[in-house]
């Protein structure tokens, strides 16, 4: 059965901006904005995004409010988180997803915002894995772009520079994942992807190399890794190493867990914790072909 595609935006249409996860300010907001005023959309602030509650930029409480009001709210039709950080997976549960599943709209974020999509996935909706606001002023031009097209329905297509670590080779699927922490994190969870015959995408930020080992292990372990038709691996920042040296870059450590496998495997998709971070419409149909000279990602849905 085909994933739910929320209808494409028109210019002057509303997007409901939210803080789902970690403290924001003033400037995350001002970011959102001017980029979505100048794109031709108005645009619906949550009444919580600056409360500011410990390390969340609400209370719990408030947050899944802020979520809830922009779902039902029938003027909004796109949603972004103007950050992540961590707190998504303390509201995903009360967050009303089936209301979502009638009435679907674009839910826009990465990072913490992973939690969302998987939740999204599990009930057979698209979503959208894309720069947030407080991002808006360092990320790229094309990034911001490719978001804007993904909202408007334009179906984006990218040719990424080769890396001597690919595995060759052309396939078609629907594209998961996210944050592999987050992921790793939702794992026996109801919120755990299925994987089977999936494109599987993955990035990371600020983790001991000998975590990502873990996480890896764990997928392989669990049967994850098997079952997905190709793996596309995005930006891998800032990653950590003890005293003692792991020995393996981080895409050295996802290769070794896949390279037995008959699939494709793409290094170094810009998208992630990084300036490039291209904009993927997760639970929906890409076509990736990984050559010698480069390779072609684009989406037909």
């Known amino acids: 059965m085909k994933n739910i595609i929320p209808e494409y935006l028109n210019i002057g249409d509303t997007i409901g901006i939210v803080a789902l996860a970690g403290r924001t300010n003033q400037n995350h907001l001002n970011n959102a904005i001017a980029v979505f005023t100048k794109w031709?959309?108005?645009?619906?602030?949550?009444?919580?995004?600056?409360?500011?509650y410990n390390n969340f930029s609400a209370t719990d409480e408030h947050r899944l409010e802020d979520i809830n009001n922009m779902i039902h709210n029938q003027e909004v039709k796109a949603i972004i988180s103007?950050?992540?950080?961590?707190?998504?997976?303390?509201?995903?549960?009360?967050?009303?997803l089936q209301y979502l599943k009638q009435n679907p709209k674009w839910l826009i974020g990465f990072s913490d915002i992973t939690v969302l999509h998987s939740?999204?996935?599990?009930?057979?909706?698209?979503?959208?894995?894309a720069t947030m606001p407080t991002n808006f002023d360092t990320t790229d031009i094309i990034s911001l772009e490719s978001l804007k097209n993904a909202l408007l329905g334009l179906k984006n297509r990218y040719e990424i520079n080769t890396n001597k670590l690919n595995i060759l080779g052309k396939v078609e699927g629907e594209i998961i994942?996210?944050?592999?922490?987050?992921?790793?994190?939702?794992?026996?969870?109801?919120y755990d992807l299925n994987f089977t015959d999936k494109i599987l995408f993955i990035e990371e930020l600020n983790e001991y190399l000998y975590h990502l080992d873990r996480m890896m292990l764990n997928l392989k372990l669990s049967g994850k890794l098997s079952k997905i038709k190709a793996l596309v691996v995005g930006g891998m920042s800032n990653?950590?190493?003890n005293e003692i040296a792991y020995g393996k870059t981080a895409y050295e450590i996802i290769l070794e867990y896949v390279k037995e496998y008959n699939y494709p495997v793409l290094f170094n998709f810009p998208a992630g914790h990084i300036q490039k971070n291209f904009a993927l419409t997760m639970g929906c149909k890409v076509l990736i072909d990984i050559t010698i000279k480069s390779s072609n990602v684009y989406f037909k849905q």
């Open 239 to 241: 990653m950590l190493d």
């Open 82 to 96: 103007l950050r992540g950080g961590y707190g998504t997976a303390r509201i995903i549960e009360k967050i009303d």
């Open 40 to 52: 031709g959309f108005k645009t619906e602030v949550g009444k919580y995004i600056f409360e500011n």
């Open 119 to 129: 939740a999204l996935n599990k009930i057979g909706i698209c979503s959208l894995h």
């Open 177 to 190: 994942g996210g944050n592999l922490s987050i992921l790793n994190s939702l794992n026996a969870t109801k």
